[in-house]
């Protein structure tokens, strides 16, 4: 008896998905989403451009003017050329002030750079109490409002009721006793010099050691292996690693020194005599005191243009070594 047999069903072929479309061209963006991202930023563009370049083309505009007192009023002030330069450069109190201004630039920098490098080197050896410790103490310091400070240091200094003229009396010195620091020209000038470096020292410290926190740790291990001590280490390997930022802070020293004027002011006025005064109390001096604000803008324009001489000195010194390394 045949056997009936079942038919076998055919084998089911893969479903097979449907091809995906391509995406429809991207519409080019509109005019006004283009512009956008610049109406964002306009107001900072703006605001950067009325309170920073404004005043330095005004100031440039005025120092080429005969402007006074009278002219501040009425507005009329007539074009002399170069006649506030000549007289600037042809009076020996300024380039006596010129000469005071690097000096007093020379020290404040030279003592940050290497109070805040040795300050640096300290925090990243700390553990992590003491680190916070530290960091927190620097950043105080640095918080504190300029005009407070220099109160604060003109307090210390008193010459009657000042803790430094009462702790240097305690331990035997009686010749401070009521000693006036600010009548005479050196002490006040070394007060200021401490002062600005007491302010700067934090942001640079703290800058230099976020800096060597990215110190690869086997650089410092390879040279210990070969036998290097700590200046060698810091010298070929430290110092390499972190020469961009050592510009970078130098350069803010040099900026924030050379334009020193609120601790100064508040302080001595450029006294006593002209001990104390640099070329941003100058400016002012010349443009309260007798009234001349075209020479006072000058001034102003003249130590804008040292400032950037010195930098750019510096910035072509250090790109020579580089090149000279490599």
């Not at 440039?60 to 006649?83: H, K, M, P, T, Y």
């Not at 390879?222 to 972190?242: Q, W």
């Not at 803008?297 to 072509?316: C, H, K, N, W």
Request: glycine content about 6%; hydrophobic content about 50%; overall charge positive.
């Amino acid at each position: 008896m045949p056997v009936a047999v079942e038919p076998t069903s055919a084998p089911r072929t893969p479903r097979q998905r449907p091809a995906p479309r391509p995406a429809a061209p991207r519409k080019p963006a509109g005019r006004a989403h283009g512009l956008w991202p610049y109406a964002l930023i306009a107001p900072a563009v703006g605001g950067m451009l009325y309170l920073l370049v404004y005043p330095l083309v005004r100031a440039v505009l005025i120092s080429f003017q005969d402007f006074r007192l009278r002219q501040l009023i009425s507005g009329n002030a007539e074009f002399v050329g170069l006649r506030n330069y000549r007289t600037l450069l042809a009076d020996p109190r300024f380039w006596e002030v010129v000469r005071r201004t690097f000096l007093f630039m020379a020290i404040n920098v030279v003592l940050i750079m290497v109070i805040a490098t040795l300050v640096a080197l300290m925090v990243e050896r700390l553990r992590r109490v003491g680190r916070t410790v530290v960091l927190c103490s620097l950043v105080l310091a640095w918080a504190m409002p300029v005009v407070a400070a220099t109160t604060v240091f003109q307090w210390l200094f008193h010459s009657e009721f000042g803790i430094v003229n009462w702790a240097l009396t305690s331990i035997g010195l009686d010749s401070f006793e009521r000693y006036p620091w600010f009548a005479g020209g050196t002490a006040a000038f070394a007060i200021l010099v401490t002062l600005i470096v007491w302010q700067s020292v934090p942001f640079a410290a703290i800058t230099l050691y976020s800096a060597l926190t990215t110190v690869p740790l086997e650089l410092y291990e390879s040279a210990r292996l070969d036998g290097a001590g700590a200046g060698r280490i810091f010298r070929s390997v430290t110092l390499p690693m972190l020469r961009p930022i050592f510009l970078l802070v130098f350069s803010l020293e040099v900026i924030w020194t050379f334009k020193t004027f609120v601790q100064i002011w508040v302080m001595t006025r450029g006294g006593p005599g002209d001990a104390t005064t640099i070329l941003p109390v100058y400016a002012v001096q010349s443009a309260l005191s007798s009234q001349r604000y075209d020479l006072g803008s000058a001034a102003s324009v003249i130590t804008v243009v040292l400032m950037s001489g010195v930098l750019v000195l510096y910035f072509r010194q250090m790109f020579r070594q580089e090149d000279e390394t490599r």
